[in-house]
């Protein structure tokens, strides 16, 4: 295969996602631009104001050791153990860190993400997958090509930064001097793999739903999986097949299941996503120079119902008062940085 | 210090696996193997269909655990994911 990772293109380094002294946000990952795309008050009480909630740090908890696990098992074989080896090391360091990990088993989200359900998913995940078609890709300095955290920049920045635009025959183009402050793109590829000769990102995903049809239509068109097909183009020196959904459905009573999906992202699809990109960024820029982040009412049931449903629901008053009353404030190093390295 | 393990899941997991590889390496590996081996223990009831027991109440016999960890049988193979893929 005659690809390269551009370690260029890979992050180090944390600083604020923000232009100093704003609010406006310059730096974008899936996760903010998903919030923004589905409600800006979402967006503002997430990103802008930090709000979070203990059930929800149950999720990113289970998620982050699911993919930091995984990602141990692939460097050991990638650096090449044993199938036995690589999962009792991983497995190993996975115990550790989650020791003292004990969320309340009686809530929704513990009685399905807890230190059991996680290391009984693992093992199932390694067991599903011992002879596994979708190989790590190697990187040029021989390390494997898994948990690539991306940053890369457009041609164009927020208008408070000099990012001026100009359109010409509807097409958008960066007008005058370089602006202090393009617009980044960020993110995390969790494995770039090889399958059937060509180069694919495969991204992680836990579910407690059906892995059927519904559950993988969410990918296409999907915000998420859109900027990983366009990433892995910018990240690997090759052409990039498209982008592996590798799906773990958590079960209690039944054995966990597993199932694989492939989405695909034309030249065309990806310029698209890009150009509309150009219009939702324009729009973030302006909620936040006008200091207000409406709600998007017909979002409010969507993904099982959003978090802030019961907040928004109260008299514009008394809001302040549920918000505190059901979430915590994060400091500002807590909060959710798509510039931070995972 | 012995590196016998203790009889019940939730012994287990409560036992400190970083003070336990800095004390032992054999009984962290030993460790390790335990949990992995209950896991599997509970994946293979539950695809007979027995009700996964919750974890409260779940009871790992010393000798259970014993004989998972020294008769570890290799995970089995389900089929090749080339074939459980395709296009959405």
């Known amino acids: 295969m005659d690809a390269q990772i551009d370690e260029s293109k890979l992050t180090t380094g944390v600083l604020s996602p923000f232009l100093p002294g704003t609010r406006i946000q310059y730096a974008w990952d899936s996760t903010s631009l998903g919030m923004l795309k589905t409600c800006p008050r979402l967006y503002q009480y997430v990103m802008i104001e930090g709000w979070g909630s203990r059930e929800e740090s149950v999720h990113l908890r289970f998620g982050i050791e699911y993919h930091k696990t995984i990602e141990d098992y692939d460097k050991a074989k990638a650096a090449g153990a044993k199938h036995t080896r690589a999962m009792n090391e991983a497995i190993g360091k996975c115990l550790i860190r989650i020791w003292d990990w004990d969320p309340d088993t009686d809530t929704p989200a513990g009685k399905y993400k807890n230190q059991n359900t996680l290391l009984s998913l693992l093992v199932d995940y390694f067991d599903t997958f011992i002879s596994d078609a979708a190989e790590t890709y190697i990187k040029a300095d021989g390390t494997a090509a898994v948990e690539l955290s991306f940053r890369f920049e457009l041609d164009w920045g927020p208008q408070a930064a000099g990012g001026e635009l100009e359109y010409v025959d509807g097409q958008a183009v960066a007008e005058g001097p370089t602006p202090a402050q393009s617009y980044l793109l960020c993110g995390h590829l969790d494995r770039v793999v090889t399958f059937n000769d060509s180069l694919f990102v495969m991204d992680h995903k836990t579910s407690k739903t059906t ?44 054995p966990n299941a597993f199932k694989r999906g ?16 150009e219009y939702w960024l324009r729009q973030a820029e302006a909620y936040a120079t006008a200091g207000h982040w409406p709600m998007n009412d017909t979002a409010c049931d969507k993904f099982g119902g959003c978090r802030f449903r019961e907040v928004c629901s109260k008299s514009p008053q008394v809001r302040k008062i549920y918000l505190k009353s059901n979430f915590d404030q994060l400091p500002m190093e807590e909060r959710w940085n798509p510039l931070k390295e995972r | 210090m012995s590196d016998e393990l203790p009889s019940t899941i939730d012994e287990l997991m409560a036992i400190d696996p970083l003070e336990l590889s800095k004390r032992s390496e054999a009984a962290y590996e030993k460790y390790i193997t335990a949990v992995i081996a209950y896991h599997r223990n509970q994946r293979a009831a539950r695809e007979a269909g027995t009700k996964a027991k919750s974890k409260t109440t779940t009871h790992v016999t010393n000798e259970a655990l014993k004989s998972l960890v020294n008769k570890l049988k290799p995970a089995a193979v389900k089929s090749p994911v080339g074939t459980g893929i395709r296009r959405i």
Do not use: C, S
């Not at chain 1, 969410?218 to 690997?236: D, E, R, S």
């Not at chain 1, 492939?262 to 990109?277: I, N, V």
């Open chain 1, 262 to 277: 492939m989405t695909y992202r034309t030249k065309e699809q990806l310029d698209e996503w890009l150009a509309d990109l």
């Open chain 1, 211 to 254: 892995l059927g049809d519904y559950f993988f239509d969410q990918f296409h068109p999907n915000n998420q999986m859109t900027l990983y097909a366009l990433a892995g183009k910018m990240v690997i020196h090759a052409p990039l097949a498209g982008v592996i959904i590798d799906a773990a459905q958590i079960l209690l009573e039944k």
